[in-house]
Nanobody, 122 residues
Framework: VQLVESGGGLVQAGGSLRLSCAAS????????IGWFRQTPGKEREFVAS????????YYGDSVKGRFAISRDNAQSRVYLQMSSLKPEDSAVYYC????????????????WGQGTQVTVSS
């Protein structure tokens, strides 16, 4: 499975960005997808995940109410809509596929994308 993130960039605090995760795998609906983020010297942090069907949505405490995850199984894509961005949201954002659980833990994920940089200026 190959995952490719896009949509990162530089945005001012309070602004919005939409990240996209495109998967090469034809059986896209067989795995949950999670978004994680990481800054230098810190562990990878769970941001959000979506179940195989798209009905189960999970969020990290720091992004609840500001970020929204969704998936389009027909297009093999998962989206992360980020709003009310803060400087502390700056990080490299990764999407990951989890065949067994809900993609809420980095250790449970089987495949990773290369990451996309998000920078929020104050």
């Amino acid at each position: 499975v190959q995952l490719v993130e896009s949509g990162g960039g530089l945005v001012q605090a309070g602004g919005s960005l939409r990240l996209s995760c495109a998967a090469s795998e034809g059986a896209f609906s067989t795995f949950a997808i999670g978004w994680f983020r990481q800054t230098p010297g810190k562990e990878r942090e769970f941001v959000a995940s979506v179940s195989r069907s798209g009905s189960g949505l999970y969020y990290g405490d720091s992004v609840k109410g500001r970020f929204a995850i969704s998936r389009d199984n027909a297009q093999s894509r998962v989206y992360l809509q980020m709003s009310s961005l803060k400087p502390e949201d700056s990080a490299v954002y990764y999407c990951a596929a989890d065949f067994r659980t809900m993609a809420t833990s980095p250790q449970a994920c089987d495949y990773w994308g290369q990451g996309t940089q998000v920078t929020v200026s104050s």
